[in-house]
């Protein structure tokens, strides 16, 4: 059996990365998803999500399969919603997972799912108790992956600097009780 775990991105993965973004953007292009078609993410952005330490690379029998970022800090696309509401909309505390992809050679093995469950582990670690999460309203694959974990759907947000900017955004409550807006 294949060793799996999650680790820190470094710049010597950025390679290996970069090939993985392409595979995914080619499969989003292949479903006719508007996602990722506009250059974005690109390398300077991987590059900068290393030096701000929230890349992650998922490793899976010594092999890069996945990469993704887990952002630590309130995301500004986040601050206006549409047709919804975030539940603790006050609460500016949470992380968020961002470019998300696994290599082609790897789909089919359930990595994502081991991937997104240890992403949701490193964000309790670090003393988070929400994840926010958004993605294309065409992107049948995420949409089911983020809902099988339990994400709820809290509306829709606006990215900035997007050719379609339009996205569905998530969030996961990881402890204690939380309450509903009326």
Known sequence: ???????????????????????????????????WQDGYPNETSI???????????????????????????????????YSGAWRQPDDRHYATI????????????????????NLISRSLQLGFDQVRIDTHPTNQRMRHLITKFGFDLAGEIHLE????????????????QVQKNA
């Not at 470094?10 to 090939?19: R, S």
């Not at 029998?61 to 995301?75: E, F, K, S, Y």
């Not at 600097?161 to 204690?176: D, I, K, N």
């Open 98 to 117: 961002h470019r998300i992809a696994v290599a082609q050679r790897f789909r089919g093995q359930n990595l994502a799912q081991m991937f997104l469950s």
């Open 1 to 35: 059996m294949a060793t799996t775990f999650i680790r820190p991105a470094t710049l010597t993965d950025l390679p290996a990365m970069m090939e993985i973004i392409e595979e995914a953007r080619q499969l989003l292009a292949a479903d006719n998803i508007p996602q």
């Open 47 to 81: 590059e900068q999500d290393i030096e701000n330490e929230i890349a992650y690379v998922l490793i899976n029998d010594r092999q890069i399969a996945g990469v993704a970022a887990l952002q630590t800090w309130p995301d500004p696309d986040y601050n206006q919603i």
């Open 161 to 176: 600097e997007r050719s379609v900017p339009e996205r569905l955004a998530y969030q996961l409550f990881l402890t204690g």
